[in-house]
Structures are given as C-alpha cells and as structure tokens.
C-alpha cells in the first residue's frame, strides 16, 4: 500500500494537463524586440525554482483532498479496515461500521405454520381415578391431565401409558385405573368420552379412542433422519393448558434415561419445553411432522431445559399391535435375571463367576425351560453377541419375531455350553 500511495502521489504531482488542477505551459508569445531589463539574482531564484515548487506542492494537496473524498480511492490509499473505532468512553462507535441484520422472519413462518398444521391434532386428555384411603370408608376421585396424538381421521389416539394408568399404592392410600377418560379437541369445548384400546407399561404407550370420524390425524415424520441442533416444537397441555407449542433443537438422540421406577428408555433430548401435562403430546419437526411423543423430563434444583421423547419410529409397531390386539405381542425366553458385572465379578473372586445376564427363575412351560436352562446359568452371548446385562440380552430378542429361533452360549459350572431355543409370544 506504501508503493501505491507513493506512485499514485507522485504521479499526480508531475502532471501537466488542465484535467488535474494545473494548467499545461504554453511558449511566449512572439513579441518585438525590447530592450534587456536588468533583474536581481533574488528574484531570478524565485521565478525559476520557488514558485514552481510552492505550485506543486498546492497541486498535490488539491488532487489528494479530492481523492480522500471518494471512499473507494480512501479505501484504496488507506486500505480496507472495519474494525470497530472506539471513542474516548471506550463506547464502540458503529459509524463506521457495516451492519447486516439478519431477518427472522422465515423462523417466525415456520413456527406459525407449524402450529398451524399441528394443532388440530393434538388432544388434551383428563382422566379420573379412584382413590382408597385408610383416613376414609368412602373412595374418592382424583383427576390427571395429559396430551396425546391424533392418529387415524376415524378417533385412535396415541398418549402414555402413564397418562391413562397411573395405578399405584402406598400404606396410606391406593389408586385404582381409570374410570374415565375425556378428550378435548382443539378449539373445541366438547367432552369426548374415551375407550382405552390397549397399553404398555414398557414403552409406556397408551391408544385410546373417541366416537368421532373426519379428525385430522397427524402427519408422522421418520425419526431416524433427525439430526442434532435440528429446530422442533413441542406440542400439547402442560399444566392444563390446551394448545401449547413450544420452540427449541434437538438436544442429543438416542439417549439412555432411566425414569423414576427404574424403566430404561432410548429417547430423543430437547430443550423445547416440555411439563408436566405435555405428556403423550408432540414433538414435531419444521415440515410440521411428528418426530417423538413428549414422555420425560428432568427436574430439580439447577435443571432447565431437559426433555425427553420417544422417537415416533418405535411407536408405530407398538400402537399398531395395540389397536389390533389390545396388547404388544413380543418374543419370550421365560426367565428373569440380573446383571453380574466386572465390579460384582471382582469383589466375589470366590464365586465361579463371568460378566452377563444371571439367570434367577425359569418359568414353568417356557421356551427357557424346554431349552434346559436352569437358574444359576450365566448368558454370555446371544446369536453371536456379547451379553453383558439383561438389557442387551433383551435387546437382541425384541429384534426377533415370534417363532424365531435364538441361540445362547451360557457359563455352567465353570463350562461354556451352547442351546438353543424357539421364542414364544409373551403370556
């Protein structure tokens, strides 16, 4: 940048043209002949040397003045620097600075369409139970709310288990099922009268159904292809109130939670809102499709913006078997277990032990009891994968069907041995 300041300096100061500020030279004009006057060597030193060179200095300022004021030739002399100046109260002076706002109006679009198409098929849900206490000869009523999923034009909705079985006990008091489900529509005060069509208690999914044909049933995504930092919103009644959406991302997928009562799911994270009331509710995408049923979230001092939903790719078997046969029909071993881990494998070094599913009970007429299982049994492996838990040992036979075969290698008395055994459907 020196080199051109230096050249594009210079080479106005030696210009001669009219179009620069100077004016070219022009010879004398021929005249008579006078007679010679007589100058001093001051002045001669004055016209000759001096003068032309105070006017090329003032020629110079003039062009630089007129360059200085054209940005793109600034630019070019000074270089291009748009680092924010500061004045003197260390405030950012943004006069020089080029601002670029960027527009949030397709987000705003999106989240208004969204709701728009999503809405008319999201439910809210009340449920009655009764309550026996011992304070009380009389049961009484208790009341829960919940969201659920519109999922067939002819009245199937999909919501939790949890939502609609909340039974449970304590030494004071017991809850009962429910006795009475009501759906509310969206913009619609009506109280629908709901049949439970089936549950599950280990998806912790729920299909009930209304007497009422021409709904719109949701749009269902594909949740394998979502991806982190994706934009979603959860929809449904927390708290009671209907028709709530809420913006977020995609937290993290494929999450292992553990919920209070020691069930274990593989979940989608958000941190759009979800409360409690938004369970059996929508977590859907920016096309407006559901991508997973709000379930979970965490709470506790320090916790925001933690929840949980089952992808809608692992539902759609799981209601599809609740609305045919008011049950989930899954393979069966017929045992039950815990898990020996490295930990538990080193601190009984007395025990002829290994890492795996522990058998504890075979039950009676199972396809465990007809393959020779027997309780003490340790599962290692599962059609050629490691076992290390009951969970894995559940895994690898929930991707089975019923009437499948499956082989297992088990630890016996300080031998491996190999059996295998055809699943049966789940009494």
Request: glycine share 8%; with cysteine.
């Amino acid at each position: 940048m020196d080199n051109q300041n230096n050249n594009f300096i210079n080479t106005n100061a030696t210009e001669t043209n009219s179009s620069n500020g100077f004016k070219t030279a022009k010879p004398p004009k021929a005249s008579k002949p006078q007679k010679e006057k007589k100058q001093s060597s001051g002045a001669t030193f004055g016209k000759t040397v001096v003068l032309p060179f105070v006017s090329g200095i003032i020629g110079a300022t003039l062009v630089l003045g007129v360059c200085f004021s054209v940005p793109t030739i600034k630019s070019e002399i000074l270089g291009n620097d748009n680092t924010p100046q500061r004045d003197s109260s260390s405030n950012i002076n943004y006069n020089n600075v080029n601002m670029n706002l960027v527009s949030l109006s397709s987000i705003s679009d999106t989240g208004v369409y969204v709701a728009q198409k999503v809405l008319p098929s999201i439910v809210g849900i009340n449920v009655e139970y009764s309550v026996s206490s011992i304070f009380s000869r009389n049961p009484s009523t208790a009341t829960a709310e919940g969201s659920g999923v519109i999922i067939s034009e002819d009245g199937y909705i999909l919501t939790n288990n949890h939502v609609i079985d909340s039974s449970s006990s304590s030494s004071y008091y017991e809850v009962g099922e429910a006795n009475k489900v009501t759906v509310y529509l969206y913009n619609d005060d009506t109280p629908y009268e709901a049949k439970i069509i089936g549950t599950d208690e280990q998806t912790d999914l729920a299909v009930i159904k209304i007497d009422k044909t021409g709904l719109t049933a949701a749009e269902l995504g594909d949740s394998d292809t979502v991806q982190v930092g994706e934009w979603c919103m959860s929809i449904g009644n927390p708290l009671g109130m209907r028709s709530t959406v809420c913006q977020g991302s995609i937290s993290a997928l494929n999450r292992q939670i553990t919920d209070s009562d020691g069930k274990t799911y593989t979940v989608i994270q958000t941190d759009a809102a979800i409360n409690e009331g938004n369970s059996g509710g929508a977590l859907v995408n920016s096309k407006g499709q559901v991508i997973g049923i709000n379930t979970l979230k965490a709470s506790g001092e320090g916790v925001e913006g933690l929840g949980f939903a089952i992808p809608i790719n692992d539902t759609k078997d799981i209601y599809s078997d609740l609305i045919q046969y008011s049950k989930v029909k899954r393979p069966y071993i017929g045992i039950t277990g815990s898990d020996i881990t490295e930990d538990t494998v080193k601190a009984n070094p007395t025990f002829d032990l290994k890492v795996g599913a522990y058998v504890r009970s075979v039950d009676d007429y199972s396809p465990a009891e007809k393959a020779g299982l027997k309780i003490g049994d340790i599962i290692v492996e599962a059609d050629g994968q490691t076992v290390e838990s009951m969970d894995d040992l559940n895994e690898i036979k929930n991707s089975h069907q019923i009437g499948d075969k499956m082989t297992l290698k088990i630890y016996r008395n300080g031998k491996e041995e190999t059996v295998e055994l055809t699943l049966a459907e789940q009494p």
